[in-house]
């Protein structure tokens, strides 16, 4: 079964950092797309990052030069490092995984796994 586990959200406040992990299990992300969406109460989910298994890289302006990916050297697990984080980056922040080399943009309609979410709070 596949499956995507999210962890590492939390309290921080405004300039600190977070690291989100992404496990997988079934599959290793060598072979997939990877996605990192954000959703906040009554606005659509937002795609902030992805990496194709060629190792290109998408991040939103939004998150551009804060925010970085690194993975276990097995390629079961992803991180998504957040640096200098800002009370408008509080979200739910969920991974996403499908099974492809590229994907034409981070949209959730490109991705078929997903993780459960974890939540992320920044206090000014």
């Known amino acids: 079964e596949v499956q995507l586990v999210e962890s590492g959200g939390g309290l921080v406040q405004a300039g600190g950092s977070l690291r989100l992990s992404c496990a997988a299990s079934g599959f290793t992300f060598d072979e997939h797309v990877i996605g990192w969406f954000r959703q906040v109460p009554g606005k659509d989910r937002e795609g902030i990052h992805s990496?194709?298994?060629?190792?290109?890289?998408y991040y939103a302006d939004s998150v551009k030069g804060r925010f970085t990916i690194s993975s276990t050297h097995d390629k079961n697990t992803v991180y998504l490092q957040m640096n200098s984080l800002k009370p408008e980056d509080t979200a739910v922040y969920y991974c996403?995984?499908?099974?492809?080399?590229?994907?034409?943009?981070?949209?959730?309609?490109?991705?078929?796994?997903w993780g459960q979410g974890t939540q992320v709070t920044v206090s000014s």
């Open positions: 990496l194709s298994t060629t190792g290109r890289t």
């Open positions: 996403a995984a499908i099974g492809r080399t590229t994907i034409p943009r981070v949209q959730i309609q490109f991705f078929s796994n």
